[in-house]
């Protein structure tokens, strides 16, 4: 058997990792990687030093599920991708969440299943509302720039004086490359 690595997180930076760190230790990981940091946020620089350093036949540890996955998908993805690594996964306070054994693999699997079901069920909605709005004669995306915009001449005259560089022209306009040179061609 591998190390046991776990991971703990807390929402703000008052609030205190004692009581996950404290049951992690008792769990036996040796080792455990923290993040003060919103669960929100794609970028969690604890999760991914930890993640980095498990090696096949590790297990990775966490106090809850909500502590490790912004969303259902998302935590879907990440204990795949361990699982892909052959890397084990236990969520201390949620039952029989432990990758490691047959039913803890079976009701990650059907945690899988709900996932992509919702995921299915927005596409389809998505779908059905994209329809009805064409059936109303509603097309999606921003509207067209016209010509005469005054956004449009401004970025062709500059672009005609040559005083400033492609770069200088956007960041003054706030608009990107592809953009000005859409409008250019206008």
Known sequence: MG???????????????????????????KKIFTDKISGARAERP??????????????????RLDRLGRSMPHL????????????????????????????????FNIFAALAQFDRELIRERTRAGLKAARARGRSGGRKPVAREDPRVIAAKKMHADMDLSISEICKTLKISKATLYRYIKM
């Open 3 to 29: 190390r046991m690595i776990g991971y703990a997180r807390v929402s703000t930076p008052d609030q205190s990792l004692d009581l996950q760190i404290d049951d992690l230790k008792a769990a036996g990981c």
């Open 76 to 107: 879907v993805t990440v204990v795949t991708e361990l699982r892909d690594k052959k890397i084990g996964f236990i969520s201390l306070r949620d039952g029989v969440i432990d990758t490691t054994t047959a039913s803890g693999e079976l009701i």
């Open 46 to 63: 604890g999760l991914d030093g930890c993640i980095k350093t498990l090696r096949g036949g590790d297990t990775l540890m966490v106090w």
